[in-house]
C-alpha cells in the first residue's frame, strides 16, 4: 500500500472509531496550517494547541470545574400504581361501616322495645308470648350487627394485607380526604422494589425517580411505608413511595435511585457536554495552558443531577472544555497520522 492511500485508509478509521468528523473551521485550512500537537503529554495523553483565533471559530466553550459533594446510590426499578382498588375498598368499607351503624341502631331500639315490654309484663299488662317475641327480635339484631362488624373488619383486613397498614389508615381516615392528591393527579404513588440483599435507608432518604432512566431529569420521591408482600422475581422487599412528577402516570415503569448508606464523597461536578468517549474509555479536554489543551482520562465517575461526579481525576477551579472537546479529539488523531513524505 502507497504512503498516501495508507495515510487516507487511516485517517478515515481515525475518524470512525472517534465518531466525529474534522470541524470545517479548523480542519479545512490545509496541511501547512494544521493543529500542532506537542510531543510532551500529559499522563501519556498528546496536548493539542490551538489559539485564541482558531478556540473562537471552533466554538469551544470552557468552564472552571466546581466542587461537588456526592451520596453514593444504588440503583432499583418501580412501578406506579393506579389507586382505583384501594378507592373501591375505601367504599366498601364505607358501605360495611354504614350496615353496621344502622345495625347498631335497631339492636339499640330493640333492646329499648324488650326492656319495656318485660316492665309490662312484670305488671300483667303484655302476654308471655310478646316477650319472647321481642327477646328474638333482640336476639337477631343483636346477631345482624355481629355481621356487619365483621364484614368491615374484612374490609380492613384485606386493604392492610394488599396495602399495608399505612395506606390502609389514609384510605378509612375520617379526619380528611389522604388520596385526594392520588386521585386528582397531583401525586402519583410508586411500588418500589429493592435488588435481592439491599437495604431500605432512612425514611428521610432523598430517593429520586424517572420513567426514562435519566438520572439527571429524576424526580424526588418520597417515602410512604413497607409493601406488605416482596417481588418474587427479585426477591427484594417492596416499599410504598409518593411523587409529585407530572412525567409518571400510572403504569408506567421508573428507575429508582437509593443512597447507598455510605458517607457522602468530595469531588467536582460536570456538565454531561464535558465527556467525551475514545476506545470505551471516558475523557475530559483540561486547558492546561492559554492555548494548550490535553485529554484526562475519567476512570472513576458517576451520573448526577445536570451532568456527572468525578472523584479524583479534576480539580475544584481547573478548566474543562464543555463544547467542541470531540473536535479536539479528532485533531489529536489527525496529528497521529504520518506526513505523505515520512
Not at 61 to 73: L, R
Not at 159 to 164: D, E, K, L, N, P
Given at each position: 500500500m502507497s504512503i498516501p492511500v495508507f495515510r487516507l485508509f487511516l485517517l478515515i478509521v481515525v475518524m470512525v472509531s472517534s465518531g466525529v468528523s474534522l470541524s470545517a473551521d479548523v480542519g479545512a485550512e490545509g496541511d501547512g496550517d494544521a493543529v500542532p500537537v506537542k510531543s510532551e503529554a500529559e499522563a501519556g495523553l498528546?496536548?493539542?494547541e490551538?489559539?485564541?483565533?482558531?478556540?473562537?471559530r471552533a466554538g469551544l466553550?470552557?468552564?472552571?470545574?466546581?466542587?461537588?459533594?456526592?451520596?453514593?446510590?444504588f440503583a432499583a426499578y418501580g412501578k406506579a400504581i393506579n389507586v382505583q382498588p384501594l378507592v373501591a375498598i375505601r367504599s366498601q368499607y364505607r358501605v360495611a361501616l354504614s350496615e353496621q351503624q344502622s345495625a347498631?341502631?335497631?339492636l339499640t331500639q330493640s333492646g329499648q322495645s324488650i326492656r319495656r315490654t318485660e316492665d309490662l309484663y312484670r305488671h300483667g299488662v303484655a302476654a308471655k308470648r310478646i316477650v319472647q317475641e321481642q327477646q328474638s327480635l333482640w336476639q337477631t339484631d343483636k346477631a345482624q350487627l355481629a355481621a356487619r362488624r365483621a364484614q368491615s373488619d374484612?374490609?380492613?383486613e384485606e386493604?392492610?394485607?394488599?396495602?399495608?397498614s399505612e395506606l390502609a389508615d389514609w384510605a378509612f381516615a375520617t379526619d380528611k380526604d389522604r388520596l385526594g392528591d392520588f386521585v386528582s393527579g397531583n401525586e402519583t404513588l410508586l411500588l418500589v422494589t429493592l435488588p435481592a440483599g439491599k437495604e431500605m435507608p432512612a425514611a428521610d432518604a432523598a430517593v429520586f425517580v424517572d420513567p426514562e432512566?435519566?438520572?439527571?431529569?429524576?424526580?424526588?420521591?418520597?417515602?410512604?411505608s413497607p409493601a406488605p408482600q416482596i417481588d418474587q422475581i427479585v426477591q427484594g422487599a417492596s416499599y410504598f413511595f409518593r411523587t409529585g412528577s407530572k412525567r409518571i402516570r400510572p403504569g408506567m415503569t421508573v428507575s429508582v435511585w437509593l443512597p447507598e448508606g455510605r458517607a457522602r464523597e468530595a469531588g467536582v461536578a460536570i456538565p454531561g457536554s464535558a465527556l467525551i468517549w475514545s476506545l470505551d474509555q471516558a475523557f475530559v479536554y483540561v486547558k492546561t495552558g492559554?492555548?494548550?489543551?490535553?485529554?484526562?482520562?475519567?476512570?472513576?465517575?458517576?451520573?448526577?443531577?445536570g451532568g456527572y461526579f468525578v472523584r479524583g481525576a479534576l480539580k475544584p477551579g481547573e478548566e474543562i472544555v464543555t463544547v467542541g472537546g470531540q473536535m479536539l479529539l479528532s485533531e489529536e488523531f489527525r496529528a497521529q497520522i504520518p506526513d505523505e513524505d515520512d
Open positions: 498528546p496536548v493539542v490551538l489559539d485564541q483565533d482558531k478556540q473562537k466553550e470552557i468552564i472552571k470545574v466546581q466542587p461537588a459533594v456526592y451520596q453514593p446510590e347498631s341502631a335497631r374484612a374490609v380492613l386493604a392492610r394485607v394488599t396495602w399495608g432512566g435519566n438520572r439527571s431529569q429524576a424526580a424526588k420521591a418520597v417515602y410512604i492559554q492555548d494548550a489543551f490535553s485529554r484526562r482520562l475519567l476512570a472513576d465517575y458517576a451520573p448526577m443531577a
